[in-house]
């Protein structure tokens, strides 16, 4: 059974308050805030790839005035180079081989493998 606190009646050793601090006695916690979400990813490559770019990723610059999206790990960009007017996967932008490629101007879509790389990448929305 709950006991009342001395100090201030209108608690007893075992409240809690929904958004403030736990009283338990004369020992006063704070609750942790809540984790904020993960920010949500601009793109998401997806398919049955080598080597493996799939994942999200999230605008991080420019590259010829369009812009860049990197993977979360950094190993992976998804960037257009204008003087082909193709989107590219690759490890770096401005790295055209080994890559995929998107001859659109759209960066959704199918994207075809240049050789070592293989399977077809798909970039969508998340």
């Given at each position: 059974m709950p006991t009342r606190n001395p100090y201030n009646p209108c608690y007893?050793?075992?409240?809690?308050?929904?958004s403030g601090p736990v009283f338990s006695g004369?020992?006063?916690?704070?609750?942790?805030p809540p984790a904020a979400p993960p920010p949500p990813c601009d793109y998401v490559v997806t398919g049955d790839i080598t080597p493996d770019a799939t994942g999200d990723y999230f605008q991080d610059?420019?590259?010829e005035g369009?812009?860049?999206y990197r993977r979360s790990d950094s190993a992976f960009w998804i960037w257009f180079w204008s003087y082909r007017a193709w989107w590219y996967i690759?490890?770096?932008p401005?790295?055209?081989i080994p890559r995929w490629g998107r001859?659109?101007?759209t960066i959704a879509g199918d994207y075809n493998?240049?050789?070592?790389y293989t399977g077809i990448a798909y970039v969508e929305e998340p």
């Open positions: 007893s050793s075992r409240s809690v308050l929904a004369r020992t006063r916690r704070w609750r942790a610059g420019t590259y369009q812009p860049c690759s490890t770096t401005g790295t055209t001859m659109f101007p493998p240049v050789s070592p």
